[in-house]
């Protein structure tokens, strides 16, 4: 591991990734920072963290997100909140369409509830509606200046933070449940060469897990072994992800058909690509192109 400063930042590196840290400077009379972002879609290897709490909200796009070793997949509506001291980076897979804003703050800033310093959550909207809607209403009321936005934000930020602290203790409680308790603190570069294969490929054929182990120098047993540890499933449900979140950006964004969409995003037959689609979503395609699910 080499570990060096430069422009202000600790940088660290181990395999053929980057880690490295942010600082935010947030101003003492109003200490939140609101930011829109367009992820970037260049290949995985870099991390890094802030050294402040960050809430990252999609509004458009879909990818990977990079959380302290584990990865997960991202769409329109998802959540992303996040500890100072969790090494991370977002991955997008869209192009034009992608568009996520982050937020960061200090809780002891904003009333007496802390929050651990390692706190991650990935949460779809669907499945916590009422902290997005709050976490939306923030960041309009940020942005506008009317001189009442202060108390708002305050009042919000209340709410917000012993929401997320009692979100973080349900997880960690199920954790403790499962005994899942290792922390993985870095990307094994053989998943990162993975990823990188997986993401220029969205729009062929799958790729087989032999070729996968292959490339990544690797035996098949272990790739699959290694890539559930960090993925949290296998290789070829990862694939299909991929392809599903892929296809509901599309559906959503373009004025492509369904059935190009289809073939665009990999699947080899309409029918086979509805199949996966409703199994995933609970809803057709068309439905989610006609109601703008």
Not at 20 to 42: G, N
Not at 159 to 166: L, M, N
Not at 229 to 256: D, H, N, Y
């Amino acid at each position: 591991m080499i570990r060096c400063e430069t422009g202000g930042k600790w940088i660290m590196k181990k395999y053929d990734i980057t880690y490295f840290d942010v600082h935010i400077p947030l101003q003492k009379e109003f200490p939140i920072d609101v930011f829109d972002w367009k992820v970037s879609r260049d290949e995985i290897n870099c991390l890094h963290h802030h050294d402040c709490f960050e809430i990252g909200i999609c509004y458009a796009g879909y990818g990977l997100y990079l959380i302290d070793g584990k990865i997960h997949t991202y769409q329109e509506g998802d959540l992303v909140i996040l500890g100072p001291n969790v090494y991370h980076r977002a991955h997008a897979e869209s192009k034009d369409a992608d568009l996520w804003t982050f937020i960061s703050f200090r809780p002891k800033d904003w009333g007496p509830i802390d929050l651990s310093d390692n706190l991650q959550l990935v949460i779809p909207k669907e499945s916590d509606v009422i902290l997005y809607q709050m976490i939306h209403q923030m960041n309009e009321e940020v942005k506008k200046n009317p001189l009442d936005k202060r108390y708002i934000v305050r009042g919000l930020m209340s709410a917000i933070i012993p929401y997320i602290k009692r979100e973080y203790d349900l997880q960690q409680q199920k954790k403790k449940r499962n005994k899942d308790t290792e922390k993985l603190s870095y990307l094994d570069t053989r998943i990162q060469n993975a990823l990188n294969i997986l993401l220029s490929k969205t729009s062929d054929s799958d790729i087989s897990i032999a070729e996968l182990a292959s490339m990544c120098n690797t035996s098949v047993s272990n790739f699959r072994a290694v890539f559930h540890e960090q993925v949290g499933m296998s290789p070829k449900k990862f694939q299909i992800e991929l392809k599903l979140k892929k296809a509901m950006s599309l559906i959503r964004f373009s004025q492509l058909r369904i059935m190009d969409i289809s073939y665009e995003c990999g699947f080899n037959s309409i029918s086979n690509f509805n199949r996966q689609f409703f199994s995933r979503y609970g809803i057709s395609p068309s439905q989610v192109r006609k109601n703008k699910y």
